[in-house]
């Protein structure tokens, strides 16, 4: 990696968990993939799916911040 990314990574890694989760969604979505309408379709049925589970009591939630915070316990 040239030396300015890697400056960038540095200063990218500084960041909060959910801004670099940002950051590398929009990194993600600058790429043009010739399929990105199709995973995106595929997406959207998962979610539709999980949704319609969690309606019906099979699925449960798990509040973000304890998601997040398992991220963090993890990462050390």
Same mark, same amino acid.
Do not use: F, G, N, T
């Given at each position: 990696m040239p030396k300015h990314g890697k400056q960038i990574l540095? +200063? /990218?890694?500084?960041?909060?968990?959910? #801004? @670099? /989760?940002e950051l590398v969604e929009n990194l993600l979505t600058s790429f043009e993939f010739q399929s990105g309408k199709k995973i995106d379709a595929l997406w959207a049925e #998962?979610? +539709?799916? @999980?949704?319609?589970?969690f309606e019906r009591s099979e699925m449960a939630a798990i509040p973000a911040r304890d998601v997040f915070a398992e991220i963090e316990k993890n990462r050390r």
């Open positions: 540095a +200063e /990218a890694l500084k960041l909060p968990l959910v #801004e @670099r /989760a #998962e979610v +539709e799916d @999980r949704i319609d589970a």
